[in-house]
């Protein structure tokens, strides 16, 4: 051995002893804290998402009555998209889709509850069964961040399974509170006690707030999962008042509503300047979005009522395929690494953001895992991006959404969107419509008939993504004598209000559309 060598091979050994000696007295732990000094670029990644939330619920996608400052403040500071869009048209595909990265075929979560909620048996075709929670096998974006070194948590609405396999405390997250069914007087899992006149916006906030003190040290991965703005539409009476009086615009006009959307929008505020009094601005990417559209739009096309709110231009809402039911409001800002007062037109997906975030934390993708998404990273840094430009984007929707009255929000259809163009293929009957988008956002002109080749091509598409992924259909059925006569379902307003009859009693249920 030369003397060089030996010297190498003496300092090689006091490492050894020395990590060796680290790993005697301190256990994981400081190893733990160097695996993470290591990689110290690694942004903190704020998700806040609200739940059902319309496109045009917010001051800066355009609404004029709905006011919200700290989240118009952070699409000016950061990148706004026009065209982002949600998996499913309801909460739990969305937030399947979200944490999985994978489309509904999949996680089997294409709707909320079972197919039992609504009564297909009226109708032509038999829906595909619902996996109503989170299938074990699937890693979460949770476990592929905490993997890389990430402290993670969620509080909040989680909707994939509370029981203690399926609830995110198991699921990759180190910390987890779920909350949903009411804004007041809540119950949490677990179950943690608060002043009596909570607000559950508020109680969240708290608690990502924090959160975000006690990591600020260390990468972070935060879920701030509003169950706001859902039904039951509940509000804080100081903020109802702001409302009382002002002059309703564009299907815009209830002070409650209005006063749900502003104890989001302060919930933006808290974190925002959490981060900013920590110094963590430069460091984390926050992003706010929604689960799916906006509850509105419905009577105009001729469905029974239950709207809360307007998503026009858009057509339809939560529940349906049509834009207003899956374009949402996203927004991503991170001083210094993505431009201020961006908007960007790229369409973009539910399964796009766990691939996304696993690039800018510098995490490997899950070994023998397939994410369905791109990751657009670099759109987000540099504002463009090749490969997003023409890509396609699906939907699949093998279920039933009633809307009481006889009428429904969406009966099973298959969805395509690519560059401007959008093809819907209803399962019932075969029908086709199809729609450019970048001309008639409102889809409004079934260009059907005016464009058979396009039509043909897009349907090609879709098909051969269904074949791929191995998409179940619905099956053929005989609707059962007499059958027809039968409602679909008790009118939202009714059926809300026994919902809340039943939540006092017992745990917070699925039930929403
Ligand atoms: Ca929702």
Redesign the pocket.
């Given at each position: 051995m030369t003397g060089h060598n030996s010297i190498i091979a003496r300092a090689t050994a006091r490492v050894l002893a020395t990590a060796f000696y680290i790993m005697l007295c301190c256990g994981g732990q400081l190893l733990f804290a160097e695996a993470q000094s290591a990689a110290p670029g690694k942004p903190n990644l704020v998700v806040i998402l609200a739940?059902?939330l319309g496109y045009t619920d917010l001051s800066c996608y355009g609404s004029k009555y709905y006011e919200t400052p700290n989240i118009d403040r952070m699409a000016a500071e950061g990148m706004r998209f026009t065209d982002g869009y949600t998996a499913g048209p309801?909460?739990q595909p969305?937030r399947a889709a979200l944490i999985s990265g994978q489309y509904g075929p999949r996680t089997g979560v294409y709707t909320v509850g079972s197919i039992e909620r609504f009564p297909w048996r009226t109708r032509t075709l038999r829906p595909v069964d619902n996996v109503e929670k989170l299938p074990l096998e699937k890693i979460t974006l949770a476990q592929a961040l905490k993997q890389a070194g990430y402290a993670t948590g969620l509080f909040g609405k989680w909707h994939l399974g509370d029981d203690p396999q399926h609830h995110p405390g198991a699921r990759g997250f180190d910390e987890a509170i779920t909350s949903m069914g009411q804004h007041f007087n809540f119950k949490t899992n677990p179950p943690v006690s608060y002043p009596e006149g909570t607000y559950l916006a508020d109680f969240l906030t708290d608690k990502a707030i924090d959160f975000i003190q006690r990591h600020a040290k260390e990468p972070f991965f935060l879920c701030l999962h509003h169950f706001a703005v859902?039904s039951p539409h509940e509000a804080k009476q100081n903020l109802i008042q702001r409302f009382e009086g002002k002059p309703p615009a564009d299907g815009h006009n209830s002070p409650v509503y209005a006063a749900m959307i502003a104890s989001v929008d302060e919930s933006v505020g808290r974190v925002l300047a959490t981060l900013q009094e920590l110094g963590l601005d430069d460091k984390t990417l926050v992003i706010f979005t929604?689960?799916?559209g906006g509850v509105g739009g419905y009577e105009r096309l001729g469905i029974a009522g239950g709207s809360i709110t307007d998503n026009a231009p858009l057509r339809g809402g939560?529940g349906m395929l049509y834009e207003g039911g899956i374009r949402i409001p996203y927004i991503f800002r991170w001083p210094g690494k993505i431009s201020a007062g961006k908007v960007c037109d790229v369409p973009i997906h539910s399964v796009d953001l766990y691939p996304t975030l696993l690039e800018l934390a510098g995490a490997p993708a899950p070994k023998d895992y397939v994410l369905d998404g791109v990751s657009y990273a670099r759109l987000l840094q540099t504002g463009s991006q090749a490969d997003l430009s023409n890509r396609a984007l699906f939907w699949h929707f093998p279920g039933y959404l009633g809307a009481g009255k006889g009428t429904w929000r969406t009966t099973p259809v298959g969805v395509v969107r690519q560059g401007d163009w959008k093809l819907l293929e209803f399962f019932e009957d075969g029908h086709l419509e199809l729609y450019n988008l970048r001309e008639d956002i409102g889809e409004e002109k079934n260009l059907a008939s005016q464009f058979p080749e396009k039509v043909a091509e897009m349907h090609a598409l879709l098909k051969k993504w269904r074949e791929e992924i191995k998409a179940p259909m619905p099956t053929p059925h005989t609707p059962e004598a007499g059958a027809q006569a039968r409602q679909p379902d008790t009118p939202p307003g009714r059926a809300q209000g026994r919902r809340q009859q039943v939540k006092r009693q017992a745990q917070p249920q699925e039930t929403?559309e």
């Open positions: 739940d059902d309801n909460c969305t859902h929604s689960d799916n939560k929403e």
